[in-house]
Nanobody, 117 residues
């Protein structure tokens, strides 16, 4: 399986910015779609943003206008640019890839994002 390694999480102030990266050990072309999910304490894991091989992009309503998802196939990397961060954005953020043929999901280890003053 392709390994997904996330980085970029940390502690930031409200209204701050952060960029998350997800680097795959092999080509991400095997994934029909890639996405960022997040899970806050006591809550279900939720989809934050997704991007397909045809660059169709979807965002959760809560992050529209603040977050930007992108993928760089040459670098085997998925990104999430987060601006205007709010305390409610605090969560563990997970990178996800869904295989084209099998539909199998591959998950990263997660990276903690904490927004607090």
């Amino acid at each position: 399986q392709v390994q997904l390694v996330e980085s970029g999480g940390g502690l930031v102030q409200p209204e701050g910015s952060l960029t998350l990266s997800c680097v795959a050990s092999e080509t991400i072309a095997i994934f029909y779609s890639m996405a960022w999910y997040r899970q806050a304490p006591g809550k279900q894991r939720e989809l934050v943003a997704s991007i397909t091989t045809s660059s169709n992009i979807n965002y959760a309503d809560s992050v529209k206008g603040r977050f930007t998802i992108s993928r760089d196939n040459a670098k085997n990397t998925l990104y999430l640019q987060m601006n205007g961060l709010k305390p409610e954005d605090t969560a563990v953020y997970y990178c996800n890839g869904r295989r084209i043929f099998s539909g199998q999901n591959q998950w990263g280890q997660g990276t903690q994002v904490t927004v607090s003053s």
